[in-house]
């Protein structure tokens, strides 16, 4: 199952059968499956999907959104804060990440426990927390620089200093990637001082950090140089592997791989999902010597 938020809303979807359901209108900046909810792939069955709709977290019932004859199913509010934030998963899978007006809180979903993780620095956004439990990165966009928290230690690991940083972590929590004006950096938590770094081929929005997201296993980068470039480096090298095309040259806000490795979502600011199949990707460009 694959969950697609943007501006106009966010809607559910069965990968197998593409089949559809919209759950609200609004526009929400972060959707996510809870340990409790379906994966990409699983179908329509039972579990949870937790949106941040505004400054609200709002959970919704699969199988009851699923079963429902109309747009927007019920949901209940699991907390509400003080207007636009940003939200991701807590590696435990039960809990949300939210960045709220003073502070950078935890978020138990199940008791609604409310637990303050650090002060949190003017215009700063996108919170998350690497699988280890133990790195928290948080983006910016003009305001605060973005950092990298130790939380074991209590102490700030690494300052990026530009005005626009957006960053994701490997689902092992082994790699941090670094959207950067005109760059992306490839980090080994801990070791911050040697990045690998893909530099941007193409002129484009040279103020703005482009998306990123890092394969099961860590072997392949997928990273955006906005407005529209999706390139598929290796992220141990800092080497490009391939440019994917984008024929409506749409804007692309977001790029995710599946969890299981075998699909890449190209969110674009039409609204519009693009999804690459690795293996036939990979099988064309081989045809071609240009595989990896």
Same mark, same amino acid.
């Given at each position: 199952?694959?969950?697609?938020?943007?501006?106009?809303?966010?809607? /559910?979807?069965?990968?197998?059968?593409?089949?559809?359901?919209?759950?609200?209108?609004?526009? #929400?900046?972060?959707?996510?499956?809870?340990?409790?909810?379906?994966?990409?792939?699983?179908?329509?069955?039972?579990?949870?999907?937790?949106?941040?709709?505004?400054? +609200?977290?709002?959970?919704?019932?699969?199988? #009851?959104?699923?079963?429902?004859?109309?747009?927007?199913?019920?949901? +209940?509010?699991?907390?509400?804060?003080?207007?636009?934030?940003? #939200?991701?998963?807590?590696? @435990?899978?039960?809990?949300? =990440?939210?960045?709220?007006?003073? $502070?950078?809180?935890?978020?138990?979903?199940?008791?609604?426990?409310?637990?303050?993780?650090?002060?949190?620095?003017?215009?700063?956004? !996108?919170?998350?927390?690497?699988?280890?439990?133990?790195?928290?990165?948080?983006?910016?966009?003009?305001?605060?620089?973005?950092?990298?928290?130790?939380?074991?230690?209590?102490?700030?690991? /690494?300052?990026?200093?530009?005005?626009?940083?957006?960053?994701?972590?490997?689902?092992?929590?082994?790699?941090?990637?670094?959207?950067?004006?005109? !760059?992306?950096?490839?980090? @080994?938590?801990?070791?911050? @001082?040697?990045?690998?770094?893909?530099?941007? !081929?193409?002129?484009? /929005?040279?103020?703005?950090?482009?998306?990123?997201? &890092?394969?099961?296993?860590?072997?392949?980068?997928? $990273?955006?140089?906005?407005?529209?470039?999706?390139?598929?480096?290796?992220?141990?090298?800092? +080497?490009?592997?391939?440019?994917?095309?984008?024929?409506?040259? $749409? %804007?692309?806000?977001?790029?995710?791989?599946?969890?299981?490795?075998?699909? /890449? &979502? &190209?969110?674009?600011?039409?609204?519009? =999902?693009?999804?690459?199949?690795?293996?036939?990707? !990979?099988?064309?460009?081989?045809?071609?010597?240009? %595989?990896?």
């Amino acid at each position: 199952m694959m969950a697609v938020r943007g501006n106009c809303g966010v809607q /559910l979807w069965d990968t197998r059968t593409w089949r559809s359901v919209t759950l609200t209108r609004k526009g #929400a900046r972060s959707v996510m499956f809870p340990r409790d909810g379906a994966g990409e792939g699983e179908g329509e069955g039972g579990g949870t999907v937790v949106a941040l709709i505004g400054g +609200e977290l709002r959970r919704w019932d699969l199988r #009851a959104a699923w079963e429902s004859d109309t747009e927007n199913p019920a949901s +209940e509010v699991v907390w509400r804060g003080w207007g636009e934030s940003w #939200a991701s998963l807590h590696p @435990d899978g039960t809990s949300v =990440v939210v960045s709220d007006r003073d $502070y950078i809180l935890r978020v138990d979903l199940e008791s609604r426990a409310v637990t303050p993780i650090m002060p949190a620095l003017p215009r700063t956004e !996108r919170p998350i927390v690497d699988a280890t439990g133990r790195w928290l990165f948080v983006g910016n966009w003009r305001g605060a620089p973005a950092q990298v928290a130790d939380l074991h230690a209590g102490v700030t690991a /690494l300052r990026l200093s530009e005005s626009s940083v957006r960053g994701a972590f490997s689902l092992d929590g082994g790699i941090l990637t670094v959207g950067l004006p005109g !760059r992306h950096l490839v980090f @080994d938590p801990g070791r911050w @001082d040697s990045p690998r770094e893909f530099r941007s !081929r193409e002129p484009g /929005l040279s103020t703005v950090a482009g998306a990123s997201t &890092v394969a099961p296993g860590g072997a392949l980068l997928a $990273y955006v140089e906005p407005p529209h470039v999706v390139r598929l480096g290796d992220p141990r090298t800092g +080497e490009i592997l391939a440019t994917l095309p984008n024929a409506e040259r $749409y %804007g692309i806000p977001d790029i995710r791989f599946s969890p299981d490795g075998r699909l /890449l &979502v &190209v969110l674009t600011l039409e609204e519009t =999902v693009i999804i690459w199949r690795m293996d036939e990707l !990979r099988d064309g460009l081989e045809k071609l010597q240009m %595989g990896w």
